[in-house]
């Protein structure tokens, strides 16, 4: 029981040190070499289906009727462009794209993470308002890199139009057809709908197996990134601090408004998949770190939540 309450516990750092560690054996095993190369693919296609499942399981328990903007989603909004136009001011007065300044931004302008109303639901918070504002966190952010984009590497031409389409759709597939098929299961297919809500915390360990290979990807980009080791922990350890920065302003602004753990969640939780593609895409591959290590931090922080809140629910058992 100790193991299985010890897993329960840390479900996110287990399935991320797991995914270091399968990552680290393929990689620096010879006789593995085959077989790595084999699962690469495999891995790369099973990720996706796993966030649409995340999203798709989470949107059955969600109450459509309670899908609506609240002032707090308001404020986190405002110091997320806050937080993206100072960085930016950054850029430009430094006179030329900075890697690591561009590894930070992308720790920024990343949208709150589809697994964010995961976690908000596990901790007790508001389902429906960490869903809503996952949908206004991504048009912020699909607004707001094609702008920025183009100012930091002048180089890859980015137009606003196509730049914005194309990130549009990839938000479209993700976040809204997940939403769309869930509806359709809850209103009009109630029996498969009665099975999927019954498994309880399904959404939660479909999250911590995608962790496992977004944990695995990221130390790929790691360990095969051109870049002196100088750099490679500036770029984390200032991911901390602005992943530590981000939860704390976030559940500042939530407190005047009672909402202190989705507010938290909803600035600091980044959907770094996301980034990774974003930042891969359109600027210096090198930035990519930067949301690899966020991953790393926001989970520990996750799941240093998870744990307190069990430990309140077991006292309140205790004393009942």
């Known amino acids: 029981m100790d193991i299985v309450r010890f897993l329960k516990d840390w479900t996110l750092p287990i399935a991320m040190g797991v995914g270091a560690a399968v990552y680290l054996l393929f990689a620096f095993t010879p006789v593995l070499d085959e077989a790595g190369?084999?699962?690469?693919?495999?891995?790369?296609?099973?990720?996706?289906?796993?966030?649409?499942?995340?999203?798709?399981?989470?949107?059955?328990?969600v109450d459509f009727h309670q899908l609506r903007p609240v002032m707090w989603h308001l404020w986190v909004g405002v110091f997320q462009v806050l937080f993206i136009a100072i960085l930016m001011a950054i850029i430009m007065g430094a006179g030329e794209s900075v890697v690591l300044l561009e590894a930070l931004l992308m720790c920024i302008i990343s949208p709150c993470a589809t697994a964010a109303a995961v976690v908000t639901q596990k901790l007790g918070g508001s389902l429906e308002q960490m869903t809503t504002y996952t949908f206004l966190s991504n048009?912020?952010?699909?607004?707001?890199?094609?702008?920025?984009?183009?100012?930091?590497?002048?180089?890859?031409?980015?137009d606003f139009w196509p730049a914005f389409l194309k990130i549009l759709h990839e938000v479209f597939i993700v976040l809204i057809v997940p939403m769309l098929l869930a509806y359709v299961v809850k209103h009009y297919m109630r029996r498969l709908h009665a099975r999927i809500i019954k498994v309880r915390d399904l959404s939660y360990y479909l999250w911590a197996c995608s962790l496992l290979i977004v944990t695995g990807t990221t130390v790929k980009n790691i360990v095969r990134a051109e870049a002196s080791i100088w750099l490679l922990l500036s770029i984390a350890l200032l991911g901390l601090v602005v992943c530590v920065v981000q939860f704390s302003v976030g559940r500042y602004i939530g407190h005047y408004f009672h909402h202190t753990q989705e507010a938290g969640q909803a600035l600091g939780q980044k959907n770094t998949a996301f980034a990774i593609w974003l930042s891969s895409t359109y600027l210096n591959p090198l930035s990519s770190v930067g949301p690899g290590c966020y991953i790393l931090w926001q989970n520990i922080i996750n799941s240093i939540e998870i744990w307190q809140k069990r430990k309140e629910e077991e006292q309140l058992t205790s004393l009942q």
């Open 139 to 158: 048009f912020i952010t699909v607004l707001l890199a094609p702008i920025c984009f183009p100012l930091i590497e002048p180089s890859v031409h980015i």
């Open 37 to 61: 190369d084999f699962f690469a693919p495999v891995m790369a296609a099973i990720l996706p289906l796993f966030m649409f499942l995340i999203l798709f399981v989470t949107f059955c328990k």
